[in-house]
Structure formats: structure tokens, C-alpha cells
């Protein structure tokens, strides 16, 4: 079987990666403006499309959903072996804890009031602090969530096992197709018990159906970078990526509507591994080739991009009451709150990094 080979560069692909984090970031404000302008209310404030134009949005999100976080779980655990050995067990969990435990508590308990109000505005018969409790919702900090538990769970591997030794093994291509069947398999198992739609009050997971995926990729991203698979990966593996994920879409997509039950729902599993997979590998590729570069500007970008994701929700709440008031149709309006949202975000995130401290967390 061919290996997914190529000659080994000892760099660290530091600013792919961050180029890439910066537009991922980009793409999660995107995938909240449509989520507000669509049909899937799952936000802070909504606006359910009255026009044909709100599947398009709807759209955007499946095909999000589908490998957006997988892909910031990787990144995270691409750098966690290294942080770990650079700090050791016990300044490694502090850091963790103050990384995310810290921007968690500060949107509980100062954010999330400024975007759920419109909430409460529909509920005059509660008082406040019962509205607060009985809204309980970290929001996109879910995120921090995970991470803290995974961060956890490997300082506690480490404590009990050798870590991988560092070593070049390429990635070999039926490695990477019994990933894919694997994370089908059990995803589908998953989702017998925790089926799409799912919510977990409280820790306010938004979709729980997806965690064999961020978990597998939290895991991959630790191996990755023992194994320098990022550094490995040839050139045309981002080409073969993005035409994989394209593929996978053309020929499964078509099977997960057509089908109906368990196997529709085994469809749309096998479809959402082999396009999360596929398109991963393009991107991560993609970026190392073409935007392993960086400016004074994708510095400042990429330097506030971990804030922008903390306090987006405050501008896109905000700007949407704002521009209620205008009457389009719904790609419109997500157009518009776009534009005006992703400079204003980083903007403010300047603001806030600015604040006496808050560079030792963020």
C-alpha cells in the first residue's frame, strides 16, 4: 500500500497553522451569522429565514458542522505533547486552567448576560437570577469545555504512560481510509443513544453527536505531532484532499436524502468522516504550501483570533438587533452582518487584549 510520503521538514509549520486557525476563526463568526439569518435556530438571537435563500445558509452550516471543530480539536492536540513536555505535568494543567478555565468563567458570568437579554425579554414573568440559572450556557465556550477535559485526561495518560518517541512515520493511505470507516462506525454507534438534536443542559454541548470526532482528532493531533505527519504530508495530498471531500459530498450527500433510518443515518456518518477527513488534510496542506508566511498583519490577526472567538457573540447579537430593522432577504443580511462583524470583532478583541493582564491569558 502507497505511503502518504514526502522528504521531512524539521520546521514547525508554526504559521500555517496559525494562518489557518485565523481563518477558521473567521469561519466560525460565518457560520453564526447563518446560523442567525437561517433555519436552524441555535443562537442567541435569531431571525428565521422567510425566504428561499435561508437553505442556502443552512447549507454553509451542514457542510461546517461537518469539520470545523474537528479541525480546531487536531490543531489543539498538535500542540499539547510539546507544551507538556516544555512545562511538565503540573505547570502544564495550571496553564490549561488558566487558558480556558479563566475566558469560560469570564463569558458565564460577564458575556453571556449582554447576549441572552433578548431571552429574558420574552420571559417578565421570571426574575433575572432565575432567568440566568435556568439559561445556564456557556455558549461557543463549550469549546473551552472539552479541551480542559481532554487537556486533563492526557496529563493523566502522561503520569501513567511514556509519551510517544519523535519520529518520522509518514502517513500511509489505508491508514487514513480505516480512520475513516472507524470514525463512521462508531459515530453511527454514538448516535444510537445521543442522536442528532441532542442537547446537554448546563455544560451546554450544542452537538454532542459529534464527539467521537473531536475526541479522535484531539488524539490525532497528539500523535501528529510525534509522528510529523503535518511536515510529511506531500504536496499533492492537498489537492487529493479537497478532491476527496468533493467527491465524498457528490456520491454520499445524494445517499443520505435518498435513504431513509438507520441507513440514512449510516450515510450521513460515513459522509461526514470522509469529508471531515479529506477536507482537513486539503487545508492543512494547503496552508503549509501556500500561506506559511506571515506578516506584521496575520501576526496581529492570528495574535487576537483565540479572543475574537471569546467575544464574537457579544458583536453578532448586538449587530443583529441593529440591523432588525432591515428589510432583505436573509443571504443579504448575512452578508452584510458578515462584513461589519469579522473587523469589528478583531477590533474589539485589540480592545480587550489591550486591558491591564490580559495577554497572560489570552
Request: positive net charge; contains cysteine; glycine residues 8%.
Amino acid at each position: 500500500m502507497p505511503e502518504m510520503k514526502a522528504e521531512p521538514d524539521t520546521r514547525t509549520r508554526l504559521y500555517a497553522v496559525d494562518n489557518l486557525r485565523v481563518a477558521l476563526t473567521a469561519l466560525v463568526v460565518a457560520h453564526h451569522v447563518a446560523v442567525t439569518y437561517g433555519n436552524i435556530p441555535l443562537w442567541f438571537y435569531v431571525e428565521p429565514a422567510k425566504d428561499a435563500s435561508g437553505g442556502l445558509l443552512d447549507l454553509l452550516v451542514v457542510f461546517d458542522q461537518a469539520f470545523f471543530m474537528g479541525l480546531f480539536f487536531l490543531i489543539s492536540g498538535l500542540f499539547t505533547p510539546g507544551s507538556h513536555d516544555r512545562k511538565g505535568g503540573r505547570a502544564f494543567v495550571r496553564d490549561r486552567l488558566v487558558r480556558l478555565g479563566i475566558p469560560l468563567l469570564v463569558f458565564l458570568l460577564v458575556l453571556r448576560p449582554l447576549v441572552n437579554f433578548g431571552g429574558l425579554a420574552q420571559r417578565p414573568d421570571l426574575p433575572y437570577w432565575q432567568y440566568y440559572l435556568g439559561s445556564w450556557d456557556p455558549g461557543p465556550m463549550w469549546f473551552a469545555e472539552v479541551l480542559i477535559v481532554f487537556a486533563l485526561v492526557y496529563a493523566l495518560w502522561r503520569t501513567r504512560a511514556r509519551p510517544l518517541d519523535r519520529r518520522s512515520a509518514p502517513l500511509r493511505i489505508r491508514w487514513i481510509v480505516l480512520y475513516v470507516l472507524g470514525l463512521a462506525a462508531v459515530t453511527f454507534l454514538w448516535r444510537i443513544p445521543v442522536p442528532t438534536g441532542t442537547y446537554v443542559p448546563v455544560l451546554g454541548l450544542p452537538s454532542p453527536q459529534f464527539l467521537p470526532q473531536y475526541a479522535s482528532m484531539f488524539v490525532l493531533g497528539c500523535v501528529a505531532h510525534r509522528r510529523g505527519w503535518l511536515e510529511t504530508l506531500p504536496a499533492r495530498a492537498g489537492r487529493l484532499g479537497l478532491v476527496a471531500a468533493g467527491v465524498s459530498s457528490a456520491v454520499l450527500l445524494p445517499a443520505t436524502l435518498l435513504t431513509g433510518g438507520a441507513l440514512s443515518q449510516a450515510a450521513t456518518a460515513l459522509w461526514e468522516s470522509a469529508f471531515a477527513v479529506s477536507l482537513i488534510i486539503g487545508l492543512l496542506v494547503v496552508f503549509r504550501e501556500r500561506f506559511n508566511r506571515q506578516g506584521p498583519r496575520g501576526k496581529w490577526l492570528s495574535d487576537h483570533a483565540f479572543t475574537v472567538y471569546i467575544i464574537h457573540p457579544v458583536v453578532l447579537v448586538a449587530l443583529g438587533w441593529a440591523l432588525r430593522p432591515l428589510a432583505a432577504i436573509a443571504i443579504v443580511k448575512f452578508a452584510v452582518l458578515l462584513a461589519v462583524a469579522l473587523p469589528l470583532c478583531w477590533w474589539l478583541a485589540f480592545l480587550v487584549r489591550s486591558l491591564p493582564g490580559a495577554r497572560r491569558v489570552l
